[in-house]
């Protein structure tokens, strides 16, 4: 397939999805039900544009032409998670669109074959779109981008929103591995706590709120490293000028990873 199938253009929010443990595309709980209905009530995009904390790169890439490869980039998980496979395709068409408007906004990138779909995005990808039939293309995480860098990505490609894409930002709004309790563990307070400071941001649109994340003094709880939390402002950069963010959905797994989904438009 070298081109994205022509069919009627919606309107598409860009969204943020948690993507928790890869366990979470196997094991029931709240936000793999909400992720495998989640697909259903949306009309069908014409394509994906998805951006993973998983890929993190010396300079935006982007994915290249052609079959994207299903990325096992875990260990020690049960064999039915390696033997998920995520057949998407990459079109020229839509990765020389990305390209182009990267470029006309001045942000330098490069295609990458070398990547695929990793976890982070194929596995709430598998979710909501099991049938891999919906053409896909995978930004990186670059290593030097913050906030406002990720916030002008997103900004740079918000007009696919309006061309029958759907943008995606994978990742998690509290992350900290070391901190891991049992499932069925409550929420830990100072998770919750975090939540509601991004919140102020996210909600309202003012991501001058947000944007300083060291002011926030949870921030190491929450994220000894900040890649999971940072694709968030992809998105909503995404929605465009005076976009607002909606959640749509927060639980809590193991004790401290928020499972937390957002859709932003103005």
Do not use: C
């Amino acid at each position: 397939m070298s081109a994205i199938t022509p069919h009627s253009v919606s309107t598409f929010a860009p969204m943020f999805l948690a993507h928790g443990s890869p366990m979470l595309a196997i094991e029931d709980s709240a936000a793999h039900q909400y992720l495998k209905a989640l697909g259903a009530s949306l009309p069908r995009p014409r394509a994906i544009v998805v951006l993973s904390p998983h890929w993190e790169t010396e300079g935006l890439r982007v994915s290249a032409p052609g079959p994207l490869r299903t990325i096992h980039d875990f260990g020690r998980f049960p064999r039915a998670l390696f033997e998920i496979q995520y057949p998407a395709h990459a079109p020229q068409a839509l990765v020389n669109d990305v390209m182009q408007r990267l470029a006309t906004a001045g942000i330098a990138a490069s295609v990458d074959a070398s990547w695929g779909l990793d976890h982070g995005a194929w596995v709430p990808l598998s979710l909501a779109f099991p049938d891999a039939d919906i053409p896909v293309v995978a930004l990186s995480l670059p290593l030097s981008y913050g906030p406002e860098q990720l916030l002008e990505l997103g900004a740079a490609l918000s007009p696919l929103k309006d061309d029958g894409v759907l943008i995606l930002a994978t990742g998690s709004t509290t992350h900290n591995l070391r901190m891991i309790m049992p499932k069925s563990t409550p929420a830990a307070d100072w998770a919750v706590a975090f939540d509601d400071w991004l919140d102020q941001g996210l909600l309202t649109g003012a991501a001058e709120k947000i944007t300083d994340l060291a002011a926030n003094p949870q921030l190491r709880l929450a994220h000894p490293t900040e890649e999971h939390l940072l694709p968030v402002f992809f998105a909503l950069g995404a929605g465009g000028a005076g976009a607002k963010g909606e959640l749509l959905h927060r639980s809590y797994e193991y004790g401290t990873l928020s499972m937390s989904y957002y859709r932003f438009a103005a």
